[in-house]
């Protein structure tokens, strides 16, 4: 879906019912794929974000709730966080994270550390949130085998006719069915536990200061799910060579050094994990890539109704870098399992 275009006024009613009416700018920010997110200047030289959430996803009274929550329990502990400072749905106001830095790749193996680092610490930090557990948000998120059954559907569908450009793509798709389940599996026998986990740990969802101080944003998805989904989401964008959209593909692959920072970090941070899960870190990596790989794919199917896209295939250049990725991991496997083993 192309990016929606608001008025100014609009734009002015939401922070005005928000109490801010001193802006000088409001313009979009980020490259998030769901929600909409501008900056915003004032007179005050004080700068906000702005967001819409996309209700087509979120039920945003829920999402509301469980934001207010997860942000709430975390000031309480002192740990930095995104700051709430208005929220009418669907729109709502934080803080702007001054001095820290988003970033959609990692250009050195360090930062692949410090986003490793951040999300271990944001599981340990909400691993004692008070009870009731957290809403299930988008249920069933992570079951990559409902993904599979969604890109089935998708494919019987063919509402677009763009089947017959993706066949390269749906035969790595077949090669992979079978390993879909693992995750969920090993869940539903108790091997691996449920947790509270963040469930979106691409690379631009933590900020970082040059000190390497992070803070993790995007909360929304937060809620009970494995610790895998969380690392595994993380090595598909932090061990990329290049971005989520590169066109060429000889550019995508999954770097060896930035991986080890990523098992380092993470390790380092996430001494919870049992050994079910430790078994299954390098396996995650491709399991979760994969999974938003054949999302995409979906969505290209479907005409393009989930992520924002800027053209027209747009998500068939992303779903064919995730294969890529997904397929350069395999083809390095045994160094990322003996890379695991080192840091266990
Ligand atoms: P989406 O759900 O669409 O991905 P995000 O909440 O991740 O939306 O926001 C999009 C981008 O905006 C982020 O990747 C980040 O670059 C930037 N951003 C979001 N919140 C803040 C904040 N509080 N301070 C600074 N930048 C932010
Ligand atoms: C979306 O919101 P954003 O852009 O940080 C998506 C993730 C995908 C990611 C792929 C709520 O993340 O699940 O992994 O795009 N978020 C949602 O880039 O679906
Ligand atoms: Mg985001």
Redesign the pocket.
Known sequence: MSSRTYTKEELDAALASMGVTDQTDVSRYG?????DTFKVETKRGVRYILQRVNTD?FEPVVLKNNIVRVTEFLKSKGVKSLEVLGYENPWRLYAFLEGYTSRDVVEEPRQAYDVARAFAKFQNDCADIPAPRLDDI?PK?HDTPDRMRQLDEAVKKNYKGRLANVGPEMAFVESWRANASRIVDLMAKDDIPERVTH??T?I??VLVAPDGTAVVI?L??TMPGSALYDFG?MV??SSAAAA?DEKDLSKVYSKKEYFEQLVRGYLEGAKFLNEAEKANLAFSGKLMTFE?GI??LADYLNGDT??HTAYEDHNLV?ARTQFKMVQSMEDQAAEYEAIVKKYS
């Open positions: 490259s998030g794929h769901i929600n996803i988008i998120f469930n979106d691409k631009n969802n995007d929304d998805t989401d598909r964008t989520e938003v999302r995409f989930y992520f992303r």
